[in-house]
């Protein structure tokens, strides 16, 4: 009997001891200030688990995941081909991916800027550096100052696929070093533009975007986002080798993607995943 008591005891620990042990995060700036709170609350719920979470940007979120340096890989975009093979070859499975939370990627300009809206072509002329002046789409006579992410950036990436339609940025385009710093710029510049995760937005004014010229303009908001009527809306994600999608890691994967999870998102400033994804 002692015996039987003894072995139930131990299975016990381990179980307990399997979902301890140390995760760490790395990708998308975008991500970084929602991955940083819910790493602290799930640390607060569950003392044995210690996660670590930085940034970078999604691409070298997914070096770090061929080169099995990370647990987890956040990224604003979705995986490409070339990165997918180079898993493939790291650990012989493709990475299992996860939708994690709902962006509205906005346009940044500075709260002077009397302009309250532009058509999606417009916001690639600008970036493109076709238009070059205000006055272009209605706003001052005055040059227009373009600020960018760098191009290891998974924002970077959906805005030039998404908004340029492949395109390069404009040559005169400042490259900031995350979307904090490009609302910084922004805030300090009459003329800037910029653009990035709807959590970031801060005072800066965020334009309302019009898909075409004969489109109402809609603004980033919890609504237009989840019903897919604001045209740059997209899937924020968790990248993780499966062979590793266990104990401690699964469990703060499921936690994530939970309600309890969920409700830091809008918190952070984005937008909760509909129940309907929450298990894909």
């Known amino acids: 009997m002692k015996k039987s008591l003894f072995i139930l005891a131990l299975a016990a620990a381990t179980s307990v001891s399997a979902l301890a042990g140390n995760i760490t995060v790395k990708g998308s700036d975008t991500l970084v200030i929602l991955a940083q709170k819910w790493a602290e609350v799930y640390m607060s719920q569950h003392t044995d688990v210690k996660i670590q979470v930085s940034g970078g940007g999604s691409g070298i979120g997914f070096a770090a995941l061929q080169n099995q340096t990370t647990d987890l890989c956040d990224a604003s975009r979705k995986i490409k081909a070339a990165e997918l093979q180079k898993c493939i070859v790291a650990f012989n499975a493709r990475p ?18 009397s302009l309250k809206e532009l058509t999606l072509d417009q916001v690639g002329g600008i970036f493109t550096g076709k238009i070059k002046n205000w006055k272009e789409v209605g706003g001052p006579d005055a040059p227009i100052t373009v600020y960018s992410r760098e191009n290891s950036s998974g924002t970077y990436e959906f805005f030039k696929e998404h908004v340029l339609k492949g395109k390069d940025f404009a040559a005169s385009a400042q490259t900031m070093p995350g979307t904090a710093a ?13 653009y990035g995760g709807a959590a970031y937005g801060g005072s800066s ?3 309302a975007i019009k898909k075409t010229d004969a489109s109402p303009a809609i ?37 994530i993607r939970s309600d309890d999870g969920q409700k830091y998102v809008k918190d952070i400033g984005y937008y909760p995943l509909p129940k309907n994804l929450r298990s894909n």
């Open 96 to 113: 299992t991916e996860y939708k994690v939370a709902l962006d509205g990627l906005s346009v940044y300009v500075n709260p002077e800027n």
């Open 182 to 194: 490009i609302v910084q710029a922004v805030m300090k510049d009459k003329n800037g533009i910029g």
């Open 205 to 207: 004014k965020l334009l």
């Open 219 to 255: 603004s980033p908001t919890e609504e237009t986002v989840m019903n897919g009527t604001y045209p740059i809306w997209r899937h924020l994600f968790v990248y993780v080798d499966p062979a590793k999608d266990k104990g401690e890691i699964a469990a703060y994967l499921s936690w």
